[in-house]
């Protein structure tokens, strides 16, 4: 696809691939169809992107980065994970060298981005 499409109304959705993706036909403002075919994982991601959008204002910047009021942490009840929650999405399960490497990474990020603050103009 080149350029950018600016759509105005949804036409038509409907499944494809047995279930496994979903078809959406938006139209632009001239009414001019353009159909996009969306994996069940994508749907997923672009639920939560889409939603957030819809709860911004008129006048809100954009989103450029998903910013999660809150998240957990915990263990696995019948796996031997480390799971990891944002909001109410459904939880990551990481083996214990993950979970591991994920904290380190962590730490290491933070004490770089509390280093770029303090450099930062006021």
Do not use: C, W
């Not at 691939?17 to 979903?22: D, R």
């Not at 019948?78 to 214990?96: H, K, Q």
């Amino acid at each position: 696809m080149t350029g950018k499409f600016s759509a105005n109304s949804i036409v038509r959705t409907r499944t494809s691939g047995g279930g496994n993706s979903l078809e959406i036909t938006l139209a632009d403002q001239a009414g001019r169809p353009h159909t996009v075919s969306i994996a069940r994982d994508l749907a997923h991601s672009l639920a939560g992107a889409l939603e957030e959008f819809a709860r911004m204002g008129p006048g809100a910047a954009s989103i450029s980065t998903k910013m999660p009021k809150t998240f957990a942490v915990g263990t696995g009840r019948y796996e031997r994970v480390v799971l990891l929650r944002f909001e109410d999405d459904i939880p990551y399960g990481l083996d214990a060298d993950q979970a591991a490497e994920l904290g380190h990474a962590l730490i290491e990020e933070s004490e770089v981005v509390s280093a770029q603050s303090l450099l930062l103009p006021n």
